[in-house]
């Protein structure tokens, strides 16, 4: 199994049929190419596994930059214990025109900057829920781990094709580098596919409707203007 970068380089090794004492292929040739692939097989996908929490003591302020975040990436923010709704920056921006004294409970995110309406009088905590960057690999360490060591060691073998690839375009052997490539990515979507066959369960509380407002696609209109047999 590969479990951290000492497994991951070895097999890059074993598999290439070479030895780092050449001066074609030195260490710091393959660690670099390590690192490069890691990087994209981290981007690659939004995983479930890169996904994070932060917390901190709202101050009133709109603008928030959460440092080492993906961009656009929050999905659910609360100040007080109290859930913001998300809004397109545009709609955001419209509201704060339209509605200058407006307190509803809202956020949105422009690139990596989260704004949030502090007109809402929010206090205490606020958390976010967001997707991270993953730190990169540390090559100096044989026993350090990847996003994908802890459970889904299959996304370590796509770093390792992914840097076969590497070697592949290196020696212009065009009629099997792009195979590896290929490979690799088969081998991420494998990875995201059966997340996809695990969340296909999950429920949603049909009294919120999630994050965002549910359409009626037949008469129009969003969730809060759907009649309930409960309302009267």
């Known amino acids: 199994m590969l479990t951290n970068f000492g497994d991951i380089k070895n097999d890059v090794i074993v598999k290439m049929g070479i030895t780092t004492t050449s001066a074609y292929y030195t260490d710091d040739i393959l660690n670099d190419w390590i690192r490069q692939a890691e990087r994209w097989a981290t981007s690659y996908r939004k995983w479930p ?3 994070g929490k932060v917390e901190t003591t709202y101050t009133g302020v709109e603008e928030w930059n959460f ?3 993906k961009a656009d990436s929050i999905r659910l923010l609360q100040i007080g214990g109290l859930k913001y709704e998300k809004q397109l920056f545009e709609d955001y921006q419209i509201y704060k025109e339209k509605e200058p004294q407006g307190a509803e409970r809202i956020f949105t995110d422009f690139a990596r900057t989260t704004f949030i309406n502090t007109l809402a009088g929010g206090s205490g905590t606020l958390t976010a829920w967001m997707q991270y960057t993953p730190a990169p690999i540390d090559v100096t360490d044989p026993a350090a781990e990847t996003i ?3 459970g889904d060691e299959e996304g370590n073998e796509a770093i390792v ?3 076969l690839y590497y070697a592949d375009i290196r020696e212009e052997k065009e009629d099997v580098s792009n195979f590896h490539h290929t490979r690799a990515t088969q081998i991420l979507d494998g990875v995201f596919e059966n997340y996809l066959d695990e ?3 999950y429920k949603t509380n049909s009294a919120t409707g999630g994050m965002y407002k549910r359409i009626d696609v037949v008469n129009g209109g ?3 203007d759907i009649f309930n047999r409960n309302q009267f």
Do not use: A, H, K, L
Request: glycine letters at 6%.
């Open 67 to 69: 440092e080492g975040i």
């Open 49 to 51: 596994f890169s996904e």
């Open 161 to 163: 094709e992914e840097v």
């Open 222 to 224: 969003t969730r809060d």
């Open 199 to 201: 969340q296909f369960n």
């Open 148 to 150: 994908f060591s802890n």
